[in-house]
Structures are given as C-alpha cells and as structure tokens.
C-alpha cells in the first residue's frame, strides 16, 4: 500500500459525458501528478500540482482538468468523453516539487467509454 | 521520438533465472534515473533511483546500472522468482520532467 488513495476504482460511461476522477496523496506530500496509461500503452504524464498551483504541464488535453485543493487532495476533471479516453489513470504523490523524489502511485481508476 | 527507449519490449525466463533489461536514453540535461516495477491493473512502485554520480544500485534481487556517458541504463534480476512478472519501466528525470519508457513486459514461468 502506497499510502495514495484513488477513487473511483472503476468508472464506467457514455462518450461524451464528463467525470471526475479523486486523488488523496500520501500524508506530508505536497506534490500529485496524474498519468494516462491506455491498453498496452506507456505511461503518459498529464500534470503535476505542487501545493494548489499547477507546477508542470505534460500531454493533457484542453478537454481535460486538474486541480488541488488546500487539504491537498485533487481532482482530474475529463470532459466530452471519446471512446479513446478509455485508460488507466493514476495519481501519484510525492514530498516536493522537483523531480529527485521518490513517486509514490496509487492504485488507480479504470475508466472505460462505452 | 521517445526520449526513453526499452529494450527487449517483452521476455519470457524460467523461474531461478537471471534476465537483464536495458534502457537507453537522450534526455538531457539529467537529473537521475528510476525503475519502477508494474504488475499488471496496479500501480507502478519504485525500485531504484539513481543520480548522475551512481552507476550501480541494488534492491534485493534487482540490480541497477547506469552509464550516465553512453546514457545507457540496465536492470538485472538475479534468480527471479514468479513474483517477478510485470512489466518493468525506465523513467528519466530531467529537473521535475520525467521521460517514461514504454516498459519490458517479464514472464517468468516455472
């Protein structure tokens, strides 16, 4: 157990809806970075918030959303569904901002559009 | 172009083996490198990491090397064990930018 928590584990919808995936990080971690592992494919980086602000920008779409709040836990917002946004999304937490730190991940949300 | 290159993309080794995965990369500058392990549906936690000044790290049965002149990486399993299948991924950091690779899928088979 990493110490991250994701909910939902599963989620399963209609293209073109909107979803929430939530992320709690491990206790003391200031920084969460959320990932899109489709089928068979690698890791993508999205994004990274380090204490509420946005500190890093990787292959997120204009239809998708972040956000941290101040009790740290954050949100991945996916909107207008397409059936290729159907992956695994994981969050991951560490203590600071730059890229020396350990990653911790969670366990993931499965989200399939149908 | 993916700054991260895996190779082999899959191996299949008899349980007590040893295998050896590379990975080899052009990110640059460099901060360090990590493993990171993944069984399948779950995810991925950290093996090793490396700065630029190591060129070797261990963590239990798994061994990690880096040549930070060739920018070339490996992670060697010794007597693997059935535990060991999942797929095995090379993440480069540059400052708080990772570079993943696209990972070496292990089966190991008794």
């Known amino acids: 157990d990493s110490g991250v928590t994701q909910t939902p584990k599963h989620l399963i919808t209609a293209t073109g809806q909107r979803v929430t995936l939530r992320c709690s990080p491990r206790?003391?971690?200031?920084?969460v970075y959320w990932y899109q592992q489709s089928l068979d494919q690698g890791l993508q980086f999205l994004i990274q918030y380090y204490n509420g602000e946005e500190r890093a920008k990787g292959n997120i779409l204009e239809r998708f959303s972040a956000q941290q709040f101040p009790d740290l836990h954050s949100e991945l917002n996916l909107s207008s569904l397409e059936l290729g946004d159907s992956a695994l999304y994981f969050c991951?937490?560490?203590?600071?901002?730059?890229?020396?730190?350990?990653?911790?991940f969670g366990p993931g949300t499965r989200l399939t559009v149908l | 172009k993916n700054q991260v290159e895996q190779s082999p993309q899959s191996l299949i080794i008899l349980e007590g083996k040893n295998c050896t995965l590379q990975?080899?990369?052009?990110?640059?500058?460099?901060?360090?490198l990590r493993w990171y392990k993944q069984d399948t549906g779950r995810g991925p936690v950290s093996l090793t990491i490396?700065?630029?000044?190591?060129n070797t790290k261990s963590n239990g049965r798994y061994t990690a090397t880096l040549d930070a002149d060739t920018k070339q990486s490996s992670l060697h399993i010794t007597a693997s064990q059935l535990s060991d299948s999942a797929s095995y991924i090379c993440?480069?950091?540059?400052?708080?930018?990772?570079?993943f690779g696209a990972g070496t899928t292990v089966t190991v088979r008794a």
């Open positions: 990975c080899n990369y052009t990110v640059s500058p460099f901060s360090n």
């Open positions: 993440v480069v950091s540059n400052d708080y930018k990772l570079s």
């Open positions: 991951a937490s560490s203590p600071s901002a730059g890229g020396e730190d350990t990653q911790y």
């Open positions: 206790s003391g971690d200031l920084s």
């Open positions: 490396m700065t630029f000044s190591e």
